[in-house]
């Protein structure tokens, strides 16, 4: 399912679009769905209607992307694997000019048609006249839609822009940031400073106006969005920010899951979001790829370099991970408690963002803190020991590291670490595949870290097209 903006028959197609996810949606759309009867009733006119459309899990909490992890170092595809992986799969693995060659670019697709409904529920509220007392509800539905919508531009943008730098963010092409349900209007891909703000402007309202803790982890509430709005301080480098974002989402909640209590020979150790793990602050997932899944039939195995940068008394080695059996180990479990991969936010993150923040800016102590009670949390009890060296390069490298390892297969965060990264040359790496004796090479600040926008936005959208 595609919305390429381009036509007033594409607005019909959205409508229906909206209209069958919320059929599907789940149980708590079923009474407002069951006095519908013609197609002009299901138009949303109610805050229940665009709470309906903003609870569709389908939309919002399985189409997470996953695509940037697949160009990583984290993951090694021996090459009878190789063949076996779709096309797009197999060129994004060895980063390939056209990664797409006619294949449909769902993470685009999908993402963007998170920004519709978004906009939709936006758009509908602001026209609302009768709140019959409910600013409250009101108030959240938007913040839930702002968050959704910036979630979406977010890994949009770590994706088909280039890596925020301050000096070139002006100048630098970013995504389109549609903000208008006018099918006629014509958005361009403006520049990444103003994709940027417009996430922290959308952001920030957020956290003003969402619930301090959500009905369901399924929805975003004022944690979560803090968590957000840290992240992308992060990409850009701003670490005080960065730092009061993943603060004010810990003082919220700041849970984290013993990974002590888990049992290593489990095939699915991880409890899920509504059953014991409070560490998650935002449930979402991917569906995912032979390469990157959870299970036995995954076709992506861990690289053993990074493989052998766990200790035995690191209990994500053996809870993340397990023998496939051939001498290397594949993906065993993650957050998403299911086979697929995890993509919403959880605290482990945010801790290691506070904590990075705090060393970067000279706050020793903080970093120290945060990263020791993470720690304390994923290495056996008799094992752990405080990490204490306060040589700032060594505190910065060993966060780095650890963030590493305690994310090697959530959504696209890799991927987004080796873009930033990159831009400081005392973490710029070089990777290097081989696959049929030939050997393939990603320079740090390669073309190749921006995607391709997908052909048909170029020739329907006039979009300019990224370098590769």
């Known amino acids: 399912m595609t919305i390429l903006y381009t036509s007033k028959y594409k607005r019909i197609l959205f409508s229906i679009c909206v209209l069958s996810l919320i059929i599907n949606a789940c149980k ?16 949303p006119k109610t805050m229940a209607d665009f709470q309906a459309i903003l609870d569709n899990a389908t939309q919002f909490n399985t189409y997470g992307s996953i695509i940037g992890l697949m160009g990583t170092d984290n993951l090694y595809v021996p090459d009878v694997n190789l063949d ?15 990664i797409y060659q006619g294949a449909t670019a769902y993470d685009w697709y999908y993402l963007y048609q998170s920004v519709e409904y978004a906009n939709v529920v936006l758009d509908g509220l602001s026209k609302l006249k009768n709140l019959d007392g409910n600013q409250v509800q009101a ?64 952001l920030k309202l957020a956290i003003s106006l969402l619930a301090t803790s959500p009905l369901y982890k399924t929805r975003p509430a004022k944690p979560v969005a803090n968590g957000l709005l840290a992240k992308v301080y992060l990409s850009m480098g701003d670490y005080l920010n960065a730092f009061n974002y993943a603060d004010a989402a810990l003082k919220l909640n700041g849970d984290l899951l013993d990974f002590n209590t888990l049992s290593q020979t489990s095939t699915a150790p991880f409890p899920t979001f509504a059953q014991g793990n409070g560490e998650i602050g935002f449930y979402a997932y991917c569906y995912g790829t032979s390469m990157t899944v959870n299970a036995s039939y995954a076709l992506g195995k861990i690289d053993p370099n990074f493989y052998n940068t766990y200790d035995d008394s690191d209990l994500r ?47 020793t102590v903080s970093a120290l803190a945060d990263l020791n009670l993470l720690l304390q949390k994923r290495i056996t009890t008799a094992a752990f020991k405080p990490f204490t060296d306060t040589d700032p390069e060594a505190l910065l490298s060993k966060i780095l590291s650890e963030r590493r390892k305690e994310l090697p297969l959530t959504g696209n965060i890799r991927w987004e670490d080796l873009r930033r990264l990159n831009q400081d040359p005392r973490f710029a790496k070089t990777l290097q595949r081989t696959y049929k004796g030939v050997t393939y090479t990603l320079a740090p600040n390669d073309n190749r870290y ?13 979009l300019q097209q990224n370098p590769r």
């Open 84 to 98: 076996a992986e779709p096309q797009l799969e197999r060129n994004t693995y060895l980063w390939a000019k056209d």
């Open 317 to 363: 080695r053996g809870l993340f991970f397990t023998t496939d059996g051939k001498g290397f180990y594949r993906p065993k479990a993650g957050f998403a408690a299911r086979a697929n991969n995890f993509c919403g936010i959880a605290n482990d993150e945010i801790y290691l963002i506070r904590s990075e923040s705090a060393a970067r800016t000279a706050n």
């Open 450 to 462: 921006v995607l391709p926008l997908p052909v048909d936005e170029i020739l329907l959208q006039g």
């Open 28 to 43: 708590k759309q079923d009474d407002w769905l069951n006095v519908k009867s013609i197609k002009s009733d299901v138009t």
């Open 139 to 202: 108030d959240n539905i938007k913040g839930q839609a702002l968050f959704f919508r910036s979630f979406a531009f977010y890994q949009l943008s770590q994706l088909y822009c280039k890596p925020y730098n301050k000096a070139t963010a002006t100048v630098d092409a970013g995504i389109p940031v549609r903000l208008t349900l006018d099918v006629n209007v014509k958005v361009s891909r403006g520049n990444v400073q103003q994709c940027y703000d417009q996430m922290i402007g959308d």
